[in-house]
């Protein structure tokens, strides 16, 4: 816990600097998936939580240190708010224009429809976060200003007790590089 939360206050200070800060390159999901889920691993066999995942083995034209920092607040999150003996599932699919999007899908306790608009905001931690003392309304906020800088778009569906879904739609190379020209 200590480890996350120290990985996120040096992040939220590079953020402001991220384009000083990314090497973009081709990034294979896969890879960053399966580290952080080893990362992970003595939490989620504590909350014998498991995985499934399907279609990873993609690239995507990306900075590798802040797609893992992405993912690593949206999987921490959804191994936070499963159910115990919960299952999560990570996949990939694309839309009609070709963009790869990689989601993540839990279980757990889902978000009132009245808190998903304020999720991104920074400090926000919900309905669900004032239960958990763990919460600090930082991670998806962070997540969300590091994937914006990247070209990345986050969405959520979510439903409570009936869990959530997040996706993260990756730019196309040529949308690639016209956030680098920026």
Known sequence: RLHMLLDQQLHKTRLPSIEKDNLIEDVNVERVI???????????MERNIGFETIGL????????????FIVRQLISNAVKYSKV???IRIFTTDDELGHLILSIQDEGVGMSQADLPRIFDKSFTGRVGRESTSSTGMGLYLAKNAAEKLGITISVISEVDFGSTFSLHFPLQNEMQQILGR
């Open 34 to 44: 399966f580290k952080e889920i080893k990362e992970l691993k003595p939490w989620c």
């Open 57 to 68: 083995d993609r690239l995507v034209l990306t900075d590798q240190k802040w797609l893992s």
């Open 85 to 87: 003996h919960g299952e």
